[in-house]
């Protein structure tokens, strides 16, 4: 072998070498950013959103400051683990008596073709009604998505009934607009009171 | 080592004769449905979910193949996973009942969709839904409506 071709082959299995690495560090990135909320503190969750509210009214974030937003993001074609997470606010919302005046509760479509206004305002009927349904372009509902760390994935389908894969978590967010924690869609409503009741305490507000 | 082939072999036979046995003999009792309701769906709502308990108490396996209501166009078997979070839902063709076991709907877990509901599925009405097994058959039911995000019918919730 001459030393040329010995270079060549020391050059190629390098270059592979370093391709594989950066495959590597690539697909963990983007594997970190479109997977379900990453829940380490160091991960900013949350942020500036613009919306559609069910009057059909644009509102962003700033809208909700100073008081603790409860948000949940979903879809009105979804029966089972909507519904469940819907029932389990309302509840919570109801164990908190007053307590819950200190709480936006928000309802963010991540399936906004379906999801107008007026559909969404039919479907809130049958829970809280401090519960506010929010809606808007997709471009609009993906940002928000986004920026809450919210998998969000429909699936093919021929008609117009597809089904969407999406993070099922409820994110507490202080009155200053940060995120505190998670609470699992599915998470009684008795259970969810007495912890955002111990969370508001323990922030003194 | 050839005998105890032969011996795997002959006793697997006997496993298959045995389990295979059963299922000649009918099996519409076996099948036995225990505590269906549904969800109310809210007004306008596409899709409504209904949950039950399915018991098979015959020795040989049957499978739900489909289901029909007059509320909707059409019925699904629905299985929900959480993955870290992430809700999924999908279609199961159909759902096998082995012999012995007890398979529940519920919320969470497996659900039977409504698509296309038809008419608003109130809290505290019932609504008739149709089981077809593939060996016992059609069974017929009438699901009791909880509220609209209940995770039962019996705790009122
Ligand atoms: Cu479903």
């Given at each position: 072998m001459s030393r040329r071709t010995t270079l060549i082959a020391v050059l190629a299995v390098s270059l592979l070498v370093l391709c594989g690495a950066w495959l590597t560090v690539a697909l963990t990135i983007h594997r970190n950013s479109t997977?379900?909320?990453?829940?380490?503190?160091?991960t900013a969750i949350g942020g500036a959103f613009t919306l559609v509210d069910t009057r059909g009214k644009t509102v962003t974030d700033?809208?909700?400051?100073?008081k603790w937003m409860l948000i949940y993001f979903g879809y009105t074609?979804?029966?089972d683990a909507c519904p469940t997470a819907l029932n389990n606010i309302s509840a919570a919302l109801e164990k908190l008596?007053?307590?819950?005046?200190k709480i936006e509760p928000l309802f963010i479509t991540v399936d906004p073709k379906r999801d107008t206004p007026q559909v969404m305002t039919d479907y809130l009927k049958?829970?809280?009604?401090r519960i506010v349904g929010l809606t808007g372009s997709k471009t609009q509902t993906d940002a928000a998505a986004h920026a809450y760390r919210v998998y969000v994935s429909a699936q093919k389908s021929d008609g117009d009934d597809y089904l969407v894969d999406h993070s099922a978590y409820i994110y507490v967010m202080n009155p200053q607009g940060k995120f505190v924690s998670v609470i699992p869609g599915d998470m009684a409503g008795d259970k969810m009171a007495d912890q955002l009741r111990a969370t508001m305490a323990h922030a003194g507000t | 080592m050839t005998y105890r082939l032969l011996l795997v072999l002959a006793l697997s036979m006997c496993v298959g004769i045995a389990g295979q046995?059963?299922?000649?003999?009918?099996?519409?009792?076996?099948i036995a449905i225990e505590q269906p309701w549904a969800r109310a769906t809210p007004a306008g709502a596409k899709t409504g979910a209904a949950y039950l308990t399915i018991i098979n108490r015959g020795s040989a396996a049957d499978r739900l193949v489909s289901a029909s209501t007059p509320m909707a166009s059409k019925v699904q078997f629905h299985v929900e996973t959480n993955d870290n979070g992430i809700m999924r839902m999908r279609a199961l063709p159909s759902v096998e009942i082995h012999p012995g076991v007890t398979v529940t709907f519920k919320p969470g877990g497996m659900h039977i969709m409504l698509v296309g509901v038809k008419q608003q599925l109130k809290e505290g009405q019932t609504f008739p839904l149709v089981l077809e097994f593939e060996k016992a058959g059609e069974i017929d039911l009438q699901i009791p409506v909880a509220k609209a995000g209940a995770m039962g019918v019996m705790k009122g919730m």
């Open positions: 997977q379900a909320a990453d829940t380490s503190p160091n700033q809208a909700y400051r100073g074609f979804c029966p008596g007053s307590e819950a005046d049958s829970f809280d009604s | 046995a059963p299922a000649q003999t009918p099996a519409a009792s076996t």
